[in-house]
């Protein structure tokens, strides 16, 4: 059972997408706009940024802040896939200079991924304005985390520039026992991998948790709500990374990202990446009857063949399912893919955990060894996920302190 973020069990008015109900909610760099930049004027900014920091009306943050009156842009900072959000997922981000501005562009995602003193030198506020997909794998939140880590250490102010969490603010699910062992950047701390926070939420809760003395602040959004789907906010989709194409991927995400643990086809180099998965030793039909004869909440599954042009099985003839999210409310993304896991072992010889023998990827994107041992010792997935709903509640509770939006 997925877990309310107020601690009670989720509810209908969660995150189905409707679309039909568009609200014109304004992003925190809107709002840094209309109050015309002067929570930070007469600072020196460092922008941790990529093409996601946008206005409704798509003028992009570092135009706005390289013309502002009494802001001086100094550095940019880009995570995981770069400034322009073109590189492929895992790719080393070198440094670079932004060609309209003369600022430098350090990575965060290459030699270093928390800024270096050097860095910040000279910098009185870092702006962090990147759009999340709402899951704890996603690596935005990692170089969020990092950023306050640096600001805590050189006394920099940190501004969140606050955007909606696709996946709505009413559910925390997946919550396995965390394993510091298994910590990481895509498992940067002991949550659930669906949190139901905002970036500036989660920045509040990590100020908290981990107890950093630093200056933060977050420009918190107009008109947004708990119970908003993506669709709702009238705001553009933005692709956050090459395969997050649309907010319906961001729905999937949360389950099909645990096939990057494995020797599966998460459907990158396809258009519908993270909807569709497979591989060539697959049996499409068997692996999606198997999938729908769980009866999962709020999914169905769909037979499909696909032939990826990049990424694991690149030109090869796949076989799998297609996941087609059918109420947003009800579907358990997590749980959904510890089903899948299950499903593909039940199903195929071939099927293997990747990674090294004593820390597999699916380790680090769960947070912890104890789900792929429970699969690989046989275990159904119920038994598996039995105990995540009092880690989810007990979250849920807790992180609601930080909230910064009503619940519906």
Request: aromatic fraction near 8%; include cysteine; hydrophobic fraction near 40%.
């Amino acid at each position: 059972m997925a877990v309310a973020a107020d601690g009670s069990a989720a509810g209908r008015a969660s995150t189905q997408p409707r679309g039909y109900n568009v609200h014109n909610v304004m992003t925190g760099l809107d709002v840094l706009v209309d109050q015309r930049f002067q929570p930070i004027a007469g600072c020196r900014v460092g922008l941790v940024t990529n093409h996601t920091g946008v206005t409704r009306r798509l003028r992009d943050n570092v135009a706005l802040l390289g013309d502002a009156i009494d802001v001086t842009l100094t550095a940019l900072f880009a995570p995981e896939h770069g400034l322009l959000g073109v590189e492929q997922a895992g790719a080393r981000v070198g440094d670079a200079t932004e060609r309209r501005t003369g600022v430098p562009v350090h990575s965060l995602y290459g030699a270093n991924r928390c800024p270096t003193q050097e860095q910040l030198s000279g910098i009185d506020v870092l702006v962090f304005d990147i759009q999340a997909v709402g899951a704890r794998y996603y690596t935005y939140l990692s170089t969020l985390r990092l950023v306050l880590y640096a600001a805590a250490e050189t006394g920099a102010g940190v501004l969140v520039l606050d955007r909606p969490n696709p996946l709505g603010g009413l559910c925390a699910e997946g919550f396995p026992a965390f394993d510091e062992e298994c910590r990481s950047f895509v498992s940067c701390a002991p949550m659930p991998i669906r949190h139901g926070l905002t970036v500036g939420e989660f920045a509040r809760w990590v100020v908290a948790v981990e107890g950093l003395d630093v200056a933060l602040e977050v420009a918190p959004m107009h008109g947004w709500r708990r119970d908003m789907s993506f669709e709702d906010t009238g705001l553009p989709w933005v692709a956050p990374s090459p395969n997050m194409p649309s907010a319906a991927t961001a729905r999937a995400y949360p389950a099909t990202c645990l096939l990057e643990g494995t020797n599966c086809s998460e459907g990158r180099g396809t258009t519908l990446p993270f909807e569709v998965f497979g591989a060539p030793w697959v049996d499409a039909y068997a692996l999606a009857d198997r999938l729908n004869a769980r009866n999962l909440a709020g999914v169905k599954f769909r037979p499909t063949s696909f032939t990826p042009t990049f990424s694991k099985h690149a030109g090869e003839a796949c076989e799998g399912a297609q996941l087609h999210i059918t109420d947003a409310a009800e579907f358990a993304a997590v749980r959904c893919g510890v089903e899948i896991l299950r499903a593909l072992m039940d199903c195929c010889a071939e099927f293997e955990f990747i990674g090294r023998a004593d820390r597999r990827m699916v380790d680090l994107l769960l947070g912890t060894r104890s789900v792929r041992e429970a699969l690989e010792g046989g275990a159904a997935p119920a038994d598996i996920h039995a105990d995540w709903a009092r880690r989810e509640r007990a979250f849920a509770q807790g992180a609601g302190e930080h909230w910064l939006y009503p619940h519906g």
